[in-house]
Nanobody
Framework: QVQLAESGGGLVEPGGSLRLSCAAS????????VGWFRQVPGKEREFVAA????????YYSNSVRGRFTISRDNSKNTVFLQMNSLQPEDTAVYYC????????????????WGQGTQVTVSS
């Protein structure tokens, strides 16, 4: 089973940037891809962005399109989420997950999840 580990979260001021990383291990092939989701206490987990392990397609939610960029480094089995122009409403625990990439993305398409990394945007 694929194991995922997120890193890169932290505290940043509004307008700032953070880069999240998702390191995957135990992958058997290049099928599927990685999605980023985020969750605020008391709310449902929300899709953020997704990318396949092959090809150039990327997907974003309307709330982050134009500010966040998802990318990958296949040699390191790592997916990145570059987050720019962060706002307080971006505050959440961010999770990466491995699974089938399609849009709209659904949590049920992803079988392996990381533990999450906290992103806090505050002055």
């Amino acid at each position: 089973q694929v194991q995922l580990a997120e890193s890169g979260g932290g505290l940043v001021e509004p307008g700032g940037s953070l880069r999240l990383s998702c390191a995957a291990s135990g992958r058997a092939d290049t099928s599927g891809g990685v999605g980023w989701f985020r969750q605020v206490p008391g709310k449902e987990r929300e899709f953020v962005a997704a990318i396949g392990w092959t090809g150039g397609a990327t997907y974003y939610s309307n709330s982050v399109r134009g500010r966040f960029t998802i990318s990958r480094d296949n040699s390191k089995n790592t997916v990145f989420l570059q987050m720019n122009s962060l706002q307080p409403e971006d505050t959440a625990v961010y999770y990466c997950a491995d699974g089938t990439i399609r849009f709209p993305a659904r949590e049920s398409d992803f079988g392996s999840w990381g533990q999450g990394t906290q992103v806090t945007v505050s002055s």
